[in-house]
């Protein structure tokens, strides 16, 4: 089954600053890669995704890039804010199944 | 539109006991996922649904965990009897189709249990 990998697992920056998450796949199939924000004791929301027919989506001060010969991609986080401290994870899926497999997260904390 | 809708939000019972967790759907939504949450790590898929069948249920521990969505929307997962190791969040999530279309997951607030 797919296995997705994520690092780091903590991110310390400060605020204004960018924050970079990266996270590599192992199934060749997977085309599809969400990024999820989760805040302490709350629910994981979308922020972000990407599908295998495009190597870089932005919207506003969030991007990701895929590389899909690699099998990696990545969360780009400009001009950081404190309202951005949370837990980051990112997940990947096949059409086939629409089944998520999440890396362990990324818990990030934006210093004022 | 109205979100997922779980219930309880929080059980705490002890080792050996039985909990069962309830999930409600987004209206239309055909496809149904109970997730497995330990604190630290990220969700893990226990069952997936697509309107009353079971598309998915590799990761679910059979010999005590048990999910339903008989009629379709709404779900129930339970688990007889719960060991400590299941302590966890317990996430539903649901999406408007499933299989051989990809579309976004939206989560529930989750049922926090504890197991003593």
């Known amino acids: 089954g797919e296995n997705v990998e994520q690092h780091p697992s903590t991110l310390s920056v400060q605020e204004g600053d960018s924050a970079v998450i990266k996270c590599t796949y192992s199934d060749s199939a997977s085309n599809y890669f969400p990024w999820y924000k989760q805040e302490l004791g709350k629910r994981p929301q979308l922020i972000i995704d990407i599908r295998s027919n495009v190597g870089e989506k932005k919207d506003q001060r969030i991007a990701v890039t895929l590389n899909k010969t690699a099998k990696h991609f990545s969360l780009h986080i400009t001009e950081t804010q404190p309202e951005d401290s949370a837990v980051y994870f990112c997940a990947a899926s096949t059409a086939a199944g629409n089944k998520l497999t999440f890396g362990g997260g990324t818990r990030v904390l934006v210093k004022p | 539109e109205a979100g997922v809708a779980q219930s309880p939000r929080y059980k705490i019972i002890e080792k050996r006991q039985s909990v069962a967790f309830w999930c409600n759907p987004i209206?239309?939504?055909?496809?149904l996922y109970w997730y497995q949450q330990i604190l630290g790590q990220g969700p893990k898929l226990l069952i997936q649904?697509?309107?009353?069948?079971?598309?998915?249920d590799s990761q679910l521990p059979k010999d005590r965990f048990s999910a339903e969505r008989l009629k379709g929307v709404d779900s129930t997962l339970k688990i007889q009897p719960a060991k400590l190791e299941d302590s966890a969040v317990y996430l539903c999530a649901s999406s408007f189709l499933g299989q051989g279309h990809l579309y976004e997951q939206y989560f529930g607030p989750g049922t926090r249990l504890t197991v003593t």
């Open positions: 209206s239309g939504h055909a496809t």
């Open positions: 649904f697509q309107n009353n069948g079971v598309v998915d």
